[in-house]
């Protein structure tokens, strides 16, 4: 069995309005300093019955059809 994490965020230069609130909420709760937060998402998978190469490409082809919009979100694929 081979575990993975998938991380994806947005593309420099694509507004997050997210991470706009939760940099305000920051500052609102007292935590000064925090500046340019930017939100994203983990996926931690595990694949059964695959080598590492079959794993990465399975997982690539993932992000590319259904988990990250390639449009406006960067990707990164780690294995454990």
């Known amino acids: 069995m081979i575990k993975a994490r998938v991380t994806i965020t947005l593309k420099n230069g694509v507004l997050d309005p997210q991470g706009k609130a939760i940099e305000g909420a920051l500052s609102a709760l007292g935590f000064e300093g925090v500046d340019h937060v930017r939100q994203g998402k983990v996926f931690d998978l595990e694949l059964e019955g695959t080598d590492k190469t079959k794993a990465e490409a ?21 294995i454990a």
Request: hydrophobic share 45%; proline share 0%; aromatic share 4%.
């Open 58 to 78: 399975d997982l690539k082809a993932m992000c590319e059809k259904l988990l990250a919009n390639t449009v406006i979100e960067n990707y990164t694929i780690s």
